[in-house]
T-cell receptor, first 109, second 114 residues
Framework: DQQVKQNSPSLSVQEGRISILNCDYTNSMFDYFLWYKKYPAEGPTFLISISSIKDKNEDGRFTVFLNKSAKHLSLHIVPSQPGDSAVYFCAATTDKLIFGTGTRLQVFP | DGGITQSPKYLFRKEGQNVTLSCEQNLNHDAMYWYRQDPGQGLRLIYYSQIVNDFQKGDIAEGYSVSREKKESFPLTVTSAQKNPTAFYLC?????????????FGPGTRLTVL
């Protein structure tokens, strides 16, 4: 039972354009949502998070939006850069951290 | 330089052999975690420990064992009972009072069972 889902396994975006990564969840008890970035053969690194009481959080080029009624989360990267190419995981917490399946983002010149 | 180390980076074992993956942290974190990553799947929690000499099963603990004799160390043993052990294993740690945005991951160990 996948409580956190990322339905797009991959995304390809041109440099300078916007990247939008999506995430859906099923458990209404999740109180905190996070995005992690992962390069091959490395551990994930924390990128940005949002509390369930907010609907938007921004940090530089990265913005996370939360739509609680739709149980939907999205990460916007503007402008996209080649160094953003990685796998992005969304995750949600109650007492444990539950990860989505990941979306591989490729930013091409 | 504080951080989490996992060794080795690549590990090969024959089927039926037990193997132990190392995880050490010098961040003075209370909680430590083991995750497994498979292609097309997210990270799944195997075991976690919030204090020394105590640990709990995660979502996929069958075929694995852990120990937490020291705060800085949380080794994971993949036993012969684990039916599909080939995967990328990640260790993580955090301060228990902190949020998961303060959870740090090690570089991972890729285990291949031949």
């Amino acid at each position: 039972d996948q409580q956190v889902k990322q339905n797009s396994p991959s995304l390809s975006v041109q440099e300078g354009r916007i990247s939008i990564l999506n995430c859906d969840y099923t458990n209404s008890m999740f109180d905190y949502f996070l995005w992690y970035k992962k390069y091959p053969a490395e551990g994930p690194t924390f990128l940005i998070s949002i509390s369930s009481i907010k609907d938007k959080n921004e940090d530089g080029r990265f913005t996370v939006f939360l739509n609680k009624s739709a149980k939907h989360l999205s990460l916007h990267i503007v402008p996209s850069q080649p160094g953003d190419s990685a796998v992005y995981f969304c995750a949600a917490t109650t007492d444990k951290l539950i990860f989505g399946t990941g979306t591989r983002l490729q930013v091409f010149p | 330089d504080g951080g989490i180390t996992q060794s080795p980076k690549y590990l090969f074992r024959k089927e039926g052999q037990n193997v132990t993956l190392s995880c050490e942290q010098n961040l003075n974190h209370d909680a430590m975690y083991w995750y497994r990553q498979d292609p097309g799947q997210g990270l799944r929690l195997i075991y976690y420990s919030q204090i020394v000499n105590d640990f709990q099963k995660g979502d996929i603990a069958e075929g694995y064992s852990v120990s937490r004799e020291k705060k800085e160390s949380f080794p994971l043993t993949v036993t012969s009972a684990q039916k599909n052990p080939t995967a990328f294993y990640l260790c993580a740690s955090r301060v228990t009072s902190g949020g998961y945005n303060e959870q740090f991951f090690g570089p991972g160990t890729r285990l291949t069972v031949l």
